[in-house]
C-alpha cells in the first residue's frame, strides 16, 4: 500500500492537486513551497467542523500500521488527522542508498528546508478549508519530530505539538523565541537520542517560558511508540488527550 501512495505521488508531481479514495479515507497531493506532497486524511464528512492534527512520519515512511491506529484515534476523538507524506520516493531512495547515519544526516540537511517549507504548506492549506476550525496541531516522530520542531518555531499557525523521540535539527533551535504549547513523548531506552535530547529540549523551552511536559516511558526504544501493546497504547491516549485540550479549547 505504501509503494503504492509513492508512486501515485510521483505521477501527480506536476499536478496542484488531485485526489482519490483510500483505505484509510482520501488521498489527496497539495502543491506547497517545498512541493508537491501526498496526505492521507481520517476525516469526518459530517458535523460541526473540527480541528487538525498532522502526523509527520520517521524515516521509514508510513509503514507501520501504528500511524493508521493514531490516525483513526485522532478521527474518533474529534480531530481530523493527516498523515503527510513528507518524504518523496526520491528521498526514500537516497535514505536507504545512504549506509550510515552519518550519511543520512547529511542528506537530510540538504532537505530540511524544503520540508520544513511543506509542513508550513500543509498547515495553511487545512487552515483554509471551511470545515476546519483553523486550529491545527502538529505530530513527529523522530525524523518527522526534527521536521516539526523545526517547522513549529516561532510559527503563530500552529497551535499544538507533539514530539515523540526526536527534536530540532542541528542548528534549528539557537534563534527559537518560542514554541507552540509542547508535549513530548520519548523512550527511556532510546539509543537513537538519548533521554537527555528530551530533557534538554524541555529546559529550552521552558526558559523561554512556554508550555511543556515531557513522559519518559520506562524501557521504551526508539519508535517505541509505533510498537504493539501497552506502553504505546498508553502512549497514543496520551498524545490524544493533549491534542483535544489544546485544540478544542
Keep these: 500500500m505504501r509503494v503504492i501512495f509513492a508512486v501515485v505521488l510521483a505521477l501527480l508531481s506536476s499536478l496542484a492537486f488531485g485526489n482519490a479514495e483510500a483505505a484509510g479515507g482520501r488521498q489527496f497531493s ?43 484515534s485522532f478521527n474518533a476523538a474529534g480531530l481530523d488527522a493527516y498523515l503527510v507524506h513528507l518524504l518523496s520516493p526520491a528521498d526514500q531512495a537516497a535514505i536507504a542508498r545512504a549506509g550510515s547515519s552519518t550519511a543520512r544526516i547529511a542528506y537530510y540537511a540538504t532537505r530540511w528546508q524544503d520540508w520544513i517549507a511543506t509542513v508550513h504548506g500543509v498547515v ?28 513549529s518555531a516561532d510559527s503563530t499557525d500552529i497551535a499544538a505539538l507533539v514530539l515523540a523521540d526526536g527534536a530540532f535539527p542541528d542548528g534549528y533551535s539557537k534563534s527559537v523565541r518560542s514554541l507552540p504549547p509542547l508535549y513530548i513523548v520519548w523512550g527511556g531506552a532510546d539509543r537513537t537520542f ?10 529550552m523551552v521552558q526558559g523561554l517560558g512556554g508550555s511543556v511536559s515531557l513522559n519518559v516511558y520506562k524501557d521504551g526504544p526508539h519508535n517505541f511508540f509505533l510498537k504493539s501493546g501497552e506502553q504505546a497504547k498508553a502512549a497514543h491516549q496520551s498524545v490524544v488527550d493533549f491534542f483535544v485540550s489544546q485544540l478544542s479549547r
Design 124 to 151: 495553511s492549506y487545512i487552515k483554509s478549508q471551511p470545515h476546519h476550525t483553523g486550529k491545527v496541531g502538529v505530530f513527529g516522530l523522530s525524523l518527522g519530530a526534527q521536521a516539526a520542531a523545526a517547522a
Design 194 to 203: 538519548p533521554v537527555s535530547t528530551a530533557q534538554k529540549l524541555r529546559q
Design 30 to 72: 497539495i502543491a506547497t513551497p517545498g512541493g508537491n506532497v501526498l496526505i492521507e486524511s481520517f476525516t469526518s464528512s459530517s458535523g460541526p467542523s473540527r480541528p487538525a492534527v498532522i502526523v509527520l512520519s520517521g524515516s521509514h515512511g508510513f509503514v507501520s500500521p501504528g500511524y493508521d491506529e493514531l490516525g483513526q
